[in-house]
């Protein structure tokens, strides 16, 4: 199965090439390295979510396991800190709920962050279930991740009319400067805690 969708994944797509273009105009150094990394094969490839899997092998997130998997093989694991998925959140009415899964402190981060910048209504305290997103497999490699993503209340999910219509630039914009106004904190809080 192929999903091709303005919300699922471009808006995400969008919003991670703005982050970067912002980060390299950056006049300071960061005082850690941030990674860029655009995964494939998120979704399942088998008509059923869970009809080819395997309790070790799901059929989705396959690039995002390969990823974590060349981190171990390469001795990188330990320098990996911290991961920020976007995911769906480019929807015009956005709500970003939270995904139980997800580092609670990294949440609680970037969920404070977005209510100072005057994002209260986007940035909400109730729980998005998720499951299968590419942030599980950096989880289990014992990696902060969290999840931005709107799954419940976007009727719109694996659906043709995931189109441009359904997407906001201001959506976009807001979880873009969100999470670059919250990496100040999060870098604090690593290398306040000795990672």
Not at 32 to 48: K, N, S, W
Not at 93 to 122: M, N
Not at 152 to 176: A, C, L, N, Q, T
Request: charge should be negative; charged fraction near 30%; glycine fraction near 10%.
């Amino acid at each position: 199965m192929l999903f091709v969708g303005a919300n699922d994944p471009a808006a995400s797509v969008g919003t991670l090439l703005e982050i970067a273009r912002v980060l390299t105009s950056a006049r300071e150094k960061p005082k850690l390295t941030y990674r860029l990394v655009f995964f494939d094969g998120e979704e399942a490839l088998c008509e059923g979510w869970d009809e080819c899997s395997k309790a070790d092998a799901p059929d989705n997130t396959y690039g995002s396991r390969h990823y974590v998997s060349q981190l171990k093989e390469r001795g990188e694991l330990k320098r990996t800190r911290a991961l920020i998925l976007l995911d769906m959140m480019g929807y015009k009415k956005l709500e970003l709920g939270r995904d139980s899964s997800s580092t609670r402190w990294l949440q609680d981060i970037i969920w404070q962050t977005g209510r100072e910048l005057g994002h209260a209504k986007i940035f909400v305290d109730r729980e998005e279930g998720v499951g299968g997103d590419d942030h599980e497999p950096f989880l289990a490699a014992g990696i902060d991740a969290v999840d931005l993503i709107q799954l419940s209340g976007y009727p719109y999910w694996h659906k043709p009319e995931d189109d441009i219509d359904k997407i906001s630039p201001d959506s976009m914009k807001i979880v873009g400067e969100t999470v670059l106004a919250s990496l100040p904190g999060i870098v604090a809080h690593l290398l306040g805690n000795g990672a």
